[in-house]
Nanobody, 127 residues
């Protein structure tokens, strides 16, 4: 049984930083593409970042480039999302996702290609 557990999010001031983690179990972690998506109230779920099994190939949404960094530690079965320079518009529920398919970069941005999801963690950016 696949289980993805995100770390607790939190309340951060604009310009602040936050690191999310996603602990995976029930999968051969180092063969999965891992990703982060987010969903703000009244909006569709959107792609944030993704990383291939080897940690060397990553993809980012335009809004995340230069501010967010996704990484993974296959020895710990954990993926991370380091977020800097947070903005009010980054407020959302952040979801960790896993896919056992070999995805191209464009395919990584589509939530339909991910079959396993965490429960989500709230990130609120507010002064």
């Amino acid at each position: 049984q696949v289980q993805l557990v995100e770390s607790e999010g939190g309340l951060v001031q604009p310009g602040g930083s936050l690191r999310l983690s996603c602990a995976a179990s029930g999968i051969i972690f180092n063969s999965y593409v891992m990703a982060w998506f987010r969903q703000a109230p009244g909006k569709e779920r959107e792609f944030v970042a993704a990383i291939r099994w080897n940690g060397e190939n990553t993809a980012y949404a335009n809004f995340a480039k230069g501010r967010f960094t996704m990484s993974r530690d296959n020895a710990k079965n954990t993926a991370y999302l380091q977020m800097h320079s947070l903005k009010l518009e980054d407020t959302a529920v952040y979801y960790c996702a896993a896919s056992h398919y070999s995805l191209t970069i464009p395919e990584m941005t589509n939530p339909r290609n991910f079959g396993s999801w965490g429960q989500g963690t709230q990130v609120t950016v507010s002064s």
